[in-house]
T-cell receptor, first 113, second 111 residues
Framework: SQTIHQWPATLVQPVGSPLSLECTVEGTSNPNLYWYRQAAGRGLQLLFYSVGIGQISSEVPQNLSASRPQDRQFILSSKKLLLSDSGFYLC????????????FGEGSRLTVL | AQSVSQHNHHVILSEAASLELGCNYSYGGTVNLFWYVQYPGQHLQLLLKYFSGDPLVKGIKGFEAEFIKSKFSFNLRKPSVQWSDTAEYFCAVNAPDKLIFGTGTRLQVFP
């Protein structure tokens, strides 16, 4: 079965600093990969998804970007963090390209001060 | 555009009470529907899913959900909840290459 690793698990960063959250997937190949942000009362907001290396789709305009340098690696970045970037970020991978069913990582909690 | 609405944001029940969490979706294509659960301090995990066939689907831990196409609904039910069902529940609908989630329902069950 799939395992999704996210790091760091917790991060506190000042406004204006850069960000890099990393996600790697084991136990599958050529997955679709996703970055979601979870906020209380707002559910899971899809930020980016990728269907292959170098292919990134952005769902909402924002201060963040994503990259997929390898098949099972997905990175969430920012050049300059805003206070509003604080949140809980989840990486996910689909199961065998079956529509919809996702496996999730443990999440990365980002606090921007 | 695809969307999912969960109207119950916070539900409080006593053990043994019955549960029904509402979920309505908006999507023009063939739908696949899901309920995910997040127990305190744990990963999001799949509770049940509907792809096709019998509109009444059964999931883990005694949960079930009914797909009613005419109402664009996929409500989650459990006849008798337990304290261990305390969690956040998310309904989701597929779209090409992605999954759209609702805002979630926080369920608290008291002994």
């Amino acid at each position: 079965s799939q395992t999704i690793h996210q790091w760091p698990a917790t991060l506190v960063q000042p406004v204006g600093s850069p960000l890099s959250l990393e996600c790697t997937v084991e136990g599958t190949s050529n997955p679709n990969l996703y970055w979601y942000r979870q906020a209380a009362g707002r559910g899971l907001q899809l930020l980016f998804y990728s269907v292959g290396i170098g292919q990134i789709s952005s769902e909402v305009p924002q201060n963040l970007s994503a990259s997929r340098p390898q098949d099972r690696q997905f990175i969430l970045s920012s050049k300059k963090l805003l206070l509003s970037d604080s949140g809980f970020y989840l990486c996910a991978s689909n199961r065998d390209r079956v529509a919809g069913e996702l496996f999730f990582g443990e999440g990365s909690r980002l606090t921007v001060l | 555009a695809q969307s999912v609405s969960q109207h119950n944001h916070h539900v409080i029940l006593s053990e043994a009470a019955s549960l029904e969490l509402g979920c309505n979706y908006s999507y023009g294509g063939t739908v696949n529907l899901f309920w995910y659960v997040q127990y305190p301090g744990q990963h999001l995990q799949l509770l049940l899913k509907y792809f096709s066939g019998d509109p009444l689907v059964k999931g883990i831990k005694g949960f079930e959900a009914e797909f009613i196409k005419s109402k664009f609904s996929f409500n989650l039910r459990k006849p008798s909840v337990q304290w261990s069902d305390t969690a956040e529940y998310f309904c989701a609908v597929n779209a090409p290459d992605k999954l759209i989630f609702g805002t979630g329902t926080r369920l608290q069950v008291f002994p």
